[in-house]
């Protein structure tokens, strides 16, 4: 089944460090790969997105996600967190075959610490 | 370039109500999709409209219905509400199923 998974639930980083939230894809053909981002109350926001160009892909705020087809993975990086950063975290797919909507992981709540 | 409206953004309703949540997408995007968001969940797809016609469902019971009109603005009812219904629900507009889904500030559901 056409799935994608986001590693913890929970990622916790100081300010100023490394910041890399996991995600991966089950598919037999490299879909197309998003990742958005949620502040309180608020609506999702698209940091950015793979759609077969590049495979590593520069988005908002610093981010930038990296597309392994071999590992069927498409983290999310940022060299230096900020406490703005803060907020949770959704990887998205969209499955080549089909009219199937975005399939989204279940999310991941990064914290920022001082 | 006007993003997704959605409307209101809060809510509070008695069990056994009803309640319509409207979304206005952005101009030229003919996919709706609607999303349920509960701490306990996580982000739920409810349903999907295209060109006025239902693509996808998820699997959530009757009373969630929902349709989109000739200007692709969409609806969401939910009949006869439950505590359990009290959430944030999402609604999301896109090109089509394959593009990026552009998203709108949700509805905040509470259920007394």
């Known amino acids: 089944a056409q799935s994608v998974t986001q590693l913890g639930s929970h990622v916790s980083v100081s300010e100023g460090a490394l910041v890399l939230l996991r995600c991966n894809y089950s598919s037999s053909v490299p879909p197309y790969l998003f990742w958005y981002v949620q502040y309180p109350n608020q609506g999702l926001q698209l940091l950015l997105k793979?759609?077969?160009?590049?495979?590593l892909v520069k988005g908002i705020n610093g981010f930038e996600a990296e597309f392994k087809k071999s590992e069927t993975s498409f983290h999310l990086t940022k060299p230096s967190a900020h406490m703005s950063d803060a907020a949770e975290y959704f990887c998205a797919v969209s499955f080549i075959s089909g009219n199937t909507p975005l399939v989204f992981g279940k999310g991941t709540r990064l914290s920022v610490i001082a | 370039k006007a993003g997704v409206t959605q409307t209101p953004r809060y809510l509070i309703k008695t069990r056994g109500q009803q309640v319509t949540l409207s979304c206005s997408p952005i101009s030229g995007h003919r996919s709706v999709s609607w999303y349920q968001q509960t701490p306990g969940q996580g982000l739920q797809f409810l349903f999907e409209y295209f060109s006025e016609t239902q693509r996808n469902k998820g699997n959530f019971p009757g009373r969630f219905s929902g349709r989109q009109f000739s200007n692709s603005r969409s609806e969401m009812n939910v009949s006869t509400l439950e505590l359990g219904d009290s959430a944030l629900y999402l609604c999301?507009?896109?090109?089509?199923?394959?593009?990026?889904?552009?998203f709108g500030q949700g509805t905040r559901l509470t259920v007394v």
């Open positions: 999301a507009s896109s090109r089509d199923s394959k593009t990026e889904a552009f």
């Open positions: 793979y759609t077969s160009a590049a495979t």
